[in-house]
């Protein structure tokens, strides 16, 4: 059975940073791709960054670039993202996303709350 | 960017009834490999999303066939043959084509 767990969430003041992981077990994590995608509770949802399976690409959404660095430890399962320079608006869920292919986001863990706040 | 526009933003169904979720998108979701990429979720109360439909009409493993996607270019519609409790959420649709990746903004089903 495919898992992702989220954790590194928390309360973060603006301008701060915070390290989320995303730990994968049940398939071959280094065969996908993976995303990172947010959602502000009961409203929509906000694809962040994406990378390939060996990391050699990236890609991030236009409000997130050179704040946000995504990345991964396959020998670990794990991916990771960077947050630094927070703003208020990058409050929210964010989940882990597996990539089944052409970005179909076949299994997503249960994400991790975020809230930049002073 | 590709803006995705999802209508009606809220549907109250009889169960039994079918429903019908447009999504409309600012670009062709044709790539050049003759596939489209338009995909579809949705989101049970208090749960993550899950995938429903992908690349505009298939099902993914274990969605019940009274799911069903139509649509090319850049109109596409999620059917529902026959609404069952189960499955009231809200269903977003999904580009995934060009970058940066975007969702539509929602339609919640609720059951009357």
């Known amino acids: 059975e495919v898992q992702l767990v989220e954790s590194g969430g928390g309360l973060v003041q603006p301008g701060g940073s915070l390290t989320l992981s995303c730990a994968a077990s049940?398939?071959?994590?280094?065969?996908?791709?993976m995303n990172w995608v947010r959602q502000v509770p009961g409203k929509g949802l906000v694809w962040v960054s994406q990378?390939?399976?060996?990391?050699?690409?990236?890609r991030y959404t236009d409000s997130v670039k050179g704040r946000f660095t995504i990345s991964r430890d396959n020998a670990k399962n794990t991916l990771y993202l960077q947050m630094n320079s927070l703003r208020d608006e990058d409050t929210g869920i964010y989940y882990c996303?597996?990539?089944?292919?052409?970005?179909?986001?076949?299994?997503w863990g249960h994400g991790t709350l975020v809230t930049v706040s002073s | 960017d590709v803006v995705m526009t999802q209508t009606p933003l809220f549907l109250s169904v009889t169960p039994g009834q079918p429903a019908s979720i447009s999504c409309k998108s600012t670009?062709?979701?044709?790539?050049?490999?003759?596939?489209?990429?338009l995909h579809w979720y949705l989101q049970k109360p208090g749960q993550s999303p899950q995938l429903l439909l992908y690349?505009?009409?298939s099902r993914f493993s274990g969605v019940p066939d009274r799911f069903s996607g139509s649509g090319s270019g850049t109109d596409f519609t999620l059917k529902i043959s026959r609404v069952e409790a189960e499955d009231v959420g809200v269903y977003f649709c999904?580009?995934?084509?060009?970058?940066?990746?975007?969702f539509g903004g929602g339609t919640k089903l609720e059951i009357k």
């Open positions: 996303a597996k990539d089944r292919e052409w970005n179909s986001l076949d299994s």
């Open positions: 049940g398939f071959i994590f280094s065969g996908y791709w």
């Open positions: 990378m390939n399976t060996d990391g050699s690409i990236t």
């Open positions: 670009q062709s979701l044709l790539n050049t490999d003759g596939n489209t990429y």
């Open positions: 690349d505009v009409s």
């Open positions: 999904m580009q995934g084509l060009h970058y940066p990746l975007s």
